[in-house]
């Protein structure tokens, strides 16, 4: 009798072991979309949950506070805090703090832009307001990507890198809020593309103006040199973008003697000029291409295998290993098998193949590599590892319930024989 209720239990602990184990390794626990949602009498703020694919109920526990609705549209009605819970047909539960608040209850927010583009390393501050002004609170920022931008508590973006991100802004109510897309694009201006500037200074008289102080300035900085004995002087590394070209008698003065504009591109430039009173004239100017040294993009990887969610980081290097290697940017050939981002990561979506390809800038040069996308095993074999599990758990029950059963016969012949015996 002692080893019949052994091995029973025994088969009790392994179903409830199995019972146990996850229905399969891509199983998500429930969650909401908000742990704590801030509101005022009669404004309305929808929630929605991830995590199951079954049918999910909305409760409040207490409904003269906040209402919600089956669709999870929860309404508050009264001051004070209550619970809002989730509820999945699987059993999973998932809860949400309702605040509803006093006081002059915000409307909506007016921003100055909703969609911003800005070039890595520019910035812009996003004007706002709450309606109505009696409601006198304070607005907070934040963004859904801080690698792409950096957001403070005035409104001020910074561009990071390029990307996309959206900037939120916030009132104390979680019904009120306004969004604003950035866009971050690459900054053409790039290390490798840097330019020369060459020339002759001279008199209206045709005379060279030697040892004078010439000047490149911009907001970014300036560069200075001094012309030789036949009026020529040279600038080496210069950024592309607007200058203003200065001419000064020595490296002491302060003053500009003469001045004038130039604007340098992705070029090199020789230019002739002469001093005219208050004024530099450029007589000649000779715009000649730039003797980039970097031949050739070399990629971590040229051909890429992964499981649909995987990630991989590509890396790119210049060729010779001493030039320097621009900004590349990638981009997929089919987005639904694979993805790019600005940081050379390559993620995985959807079984197939594609190409990505990386190019610097300036369009110059680019580099492609093939990505073949598997299904991974755990979506691939999931369904037979729910299978062999049911089948197992079926046959414990069955062999447990015929255990059983021999078990009580065996008892009532215990019974039966002691009875017949007194």
């Not at 812009?124 to 931008?149: G, M």
């Not at 020789?270 to 000649?288: A, G, K, M, P, Q």
């Not at 051909?303 to 980081?313: A, I």
Request: glycine share 6%; charged share 20%.
């Amino acid at each position: 009798m002692k080893k019949n209720v052994f091995c029973i239990a025994l088969i009790l602990m392994v179903i409830l072991s199995l019972f146990s184990l996850p229905v399969s390794a891509d199983e998500e626990a429930l969650s909401i979309s908000n742990k704590n949602i801030n509101l005022y009498i009669n404004q309305s703020y929808q929630l929605s949950v991830t995590g199951t694919s079954s049918d999910v109920t909305f409760n409040s526990q207490d409904t003269n506070i906040a209402e919600v609705s089956g669709d999870g549209t929860v309404t508050a009605k009264g001051l004070g805090s209550t619970v809002i819970s989730a509820n999945a047909d699987n059993g999973q539960k998932a809860e949400c703090k309702i605040n509803v608040l006093n006081g002059v209850s915000p409307r909506e927010i007016i921003i100055s832009a909703q969609d911003v583009t800005l070039k890595v390393g520019e910035s812009y501050t996003i004007k706002a307001e709450v309606k109505p002004k009696e409601t006198n609170q304070k607005l907070t920022f934040t963004t859904s990507d801080s690698s792409v931008v950096k957001v403070d508590q005035n409104g001020y973006i910074k561009a990071l890198k390029p990307g996309v991100t959206v900037v939120t802004v916030s009132s104390t109510s979680d019904a009120v809020t306004k969004k604003c897309i950035v866009k971050v694009n690459a900054n053409t201006e790039q290390e490798g593309a840097n330019v020369s500037v060459k020339g002759a200074l001279y008199s209206i008289a045709g005379e060279k103006k030697v040892n004078m102080t010439v000047e490149l300035r911009n907001s970014s900085g300036f560069k200075r040199t001094v012309t030789d004995e036949n009026g020529d002087f040279s600038f080496t590394g210069v950024k592309q973008g607007d200058y203003a070209f200065l001419v000064y008698k020595n490296e002491n003065d302060l003053t500009p003697t003469a001045r004038t504009q130039i604007s340098l591109g992705a070029y090199n430039l020789i230019i002739s000029c002469i001093i005219n009173e208050n004024d530099v004239v450029i007589l000649y100017r000779n715009n000649t291409a730039i003797a980039s040294d970097i031949k050739d993009i070399v990629l971590s990887s040229n051909n890429v295998s992964l499981k649909t969610g995987d990630t991989y980081d590509m890396t790119c290097r210049a060729k010779p290993s001493n030039a320097v290697l621009p900004t590349v940017m990638g981009e997929s050939e089919d987005e639904s098998i694979a993805t790019v981002d600005a940081d050379g990561r390559i993620t995985a979506i959807a079984e197939g193949k594609t190409t990505i390809t990386f190019t610097t800038v300036d369009g110059r040069l680019s580099k492609s590599c093939k990505v073949t996308v598997s299904e991974s095993q755990g979506n691939k074999y999931s369904w037979l590892i729910i299978t062999i599990e049911s089948g197992i758990m079926l046959l414990l029950v069955i062999a447990f319930f015929i255990r059983y059963i021999k078990f009580i016969r065996n008892k009532y012949k215990e019974e039966f024989r002691i009875d017949e015996e007194e």
